[in-house]
């Protein structure tokens, strides 16, 4: 079963605004990622938070991780139409269990 | 650096037909896993190999779902016979061994009618 369930289902922002998308989890994870998929580019991993960590940057993303209340989040600043995707959390304990995903449309 | 090669990018087949997918992973990585994605869902593993070996493969439904890995590079996934629920996406990905970073392929789009 998948473990990883992301909230919101769908979210739809303008440009320049900032996309927050939500994961929790069940059980105990070594480390905790995120990925992106479009139509043009598949599957792409984007970040990757270890249990240890609290929070992590890359670029315009940022992700926290609460393992006591067994959540992540994802932030995306100042979000571009490119972003447009959906996003999947995806948690790690010896393989890689992925929730339903977040869909985000970001119009100009 | 080339990336997971799947061929082919789309299928369509009837229900009882059978089908056959391949993945070629990126040069060196060790662990290759296939990943079913049912349209609307995240992806749900199948099978992970490490070089030709299988580590995991409880969520193949093993009584019509087979793969392989020979040589512990090139990888083919077999469906049969198919059923109407198979539709979906089959993903193909590749790491360096841990369950760390994961780099997929484009995927095959099978539509069973």
């Known amino acids: 079963s998948q473990q990883g369930e992301e909230d919101p289902q769908a979210l739809s922002i303008q440009e320049g605004e900032n996309a927050t998308m939500n994961c929790s989890y069940k059980?105990?994870?070594?480390?905790l990622q995120w990925y992106r998929q479009n139509s043009g580019r598949g599957l792409v991993h984007l970040i990757l938070?270890?249990?240890?960590?609290r929070e992590k940057h890359s670029g315009r993303l940022r992700v926290t991780l609460d393992t006591s209340k067994k959540s992540s989040s994802l932030l995306i600043t100042a979000s571009r139409a490119a972003d447009t995707a959906s996003y999947f959390c995806?948690?790690?304990?010896?393989?890689?269990?992925f929730g339903k995903g977040t869909m985000l449309l970001v119009s100009p | 650096e080339a990336g997971v090669a799947q061929s082919p990018r789309y299928k369509i087949i009837e229900k009882r037909q059978s089908v056959a997918f391949w993945c070629n992973p990126i040069?060196?990585?060790?662990?290759l896993y296939w990943y079913q994605q049912i349209l609307g869902q995240g992806p749900k593993l199948l099978i992970q190999?490490?070089?030709?070996?299988?580590?995991?493969d409880s969520q193949l439904p093993k009584d019509r779902f087979s793969a392989e890995r020979l040589k512990g590079v090139d990888s083919t996934l077999k469906i049969q016979p198919a059923k109407l629920e198979d539709s979906a996406v089959y993903l193909c990905?590749?790491?360096?061994?841990?369950?760390?970073?994961?780099?997929f392929g484009p995927g095959t789009r099978l539509t069973v009618t």
């Open positions: 040069s060196g990585h060790a662990t």
């Open positions: 990905a590749s790491s360096s061994g841990l369950p760390d970073e994961q780099y």
């Open positions: 938070i270890r249990s240890n960590e």
């Open positions: 190999f490490q070089n030709n070996g299988v580590v995991d």
């Open positions: 059980t105990s994870i070594n480390n």
């Open positions: 995806a948690t790690v304990y010896s393989t890689l269990t």
